[in-house]
């Protein structure tokens, strides 16, 4: 069955850098884009980026340009979110989610979705 | 960018009554790249309504979804206790991939 499994929880100071893992499994790791999706507490959702894990290909929300960088280990079927300069307003829970690539490399629906992490920003 | 705004804010009605949420676009989406999730607190969110109209696998044919164009909708044909939640629309024809805000469905 298709699972998307995210790093656990992290505490960081104003500045700092974080990086959130999501490990794919129960099906073709390159067949499927990622996205990372963010939720700060009590709001909704925002995308954040995408990555094509085939070929590492990345594009980023405009919000997050220069600050947020997402990789891919196609060896052990993880996609990485790192998201540097930390404000308190980066608060929020952290969602990996798969969407299929379809004919022209066109997005899908957002069909599974990892469980989330917290990450909290706090002097 | 694409705006949705999703109406009502918060519903509040009874389980076996119907449920509609709308969902407006600032500029027309294709219906094939208009979905909707479902999230309950403390889970992520959940797939029900790809492409419009099409229910996500596993998902009750109580939900329905319709629209085109700017106006999107969704409908529970009658609420189940398991259905009260936050629902979200989202568009994902074109760069970013929008989100609305969310309309809380709630218990009344």
């Known amino acids: 069955q298709v699972q998307l499994v995210q790093s656990g929880a992290e505490v960081k100071k104003p500045g700092a850098s974080v990086k959130v893992s999501c490990k794919a499994s129960?099906?073709?790791?390159?067949?499927?884009?990622m996205h990372w999706v963010r939720q700060a507490p009590g709001q909704g959702l925002e995308w954040m980026g995408i990555?094509?894990?085939?070929?590492?290909?990345?594009s980023y929300a405009q919000k997050f340009q220069g600050r947020v960088t997402m990789t891919r280990d196609t060896s052990t079927s993880t996609v990485y979110m790192e998201l540097s300069s930390l404000r308190s307003e980066d608060t929020s829970v952290y969602y990996c989610?798969?969407?299929?690539?379809?004919?022209?490399?066109?997005?899908?629906?957002?069909?599974?979705w990892g469980q989330g992490t917290l990450v909290t920003v706090s002097s | 960018d694409i705006v949705l705004t999703q109406s009502p804010g918060t519903l509040s009605l009874s389980p076996g009554e119907r449920a509609t949420l709308s969902c407006r676009a600032s500029q027309s989406v294709s219906s094939r790249y208009l979905a909707w999730y479902q999230q309950k607190p403390g889970q992520a969110p959940r797939l029900l309504i790809y492409g419009a109209s099409s229910r996500a696998a596993g998902i009750p044919d109580r939900f329905s979804g319709s629209g085109s164009g700017t106006d999107f909708t969704l409908t529970i044909s009658r609420l189940e206790p398991e259905d009260f939640a936050v629902f979200y629309c989202q568009q994902y024809g074109s760069s970013p991939y929008t989100f609305g805000q969310g309309t809380k469905l709630e218990i009344k």
């Open positions: 990555i094509n894990p085939g070929g590492g290909g990345t």
């Open positions: 129960g099906y073709t790791f390159t067949r499927y884009y």
């Open positions: 989610a798969r969407s299929y690539i379809g004919a022209a490399g066109t997005v899908s629906d957002f069909d599974y």
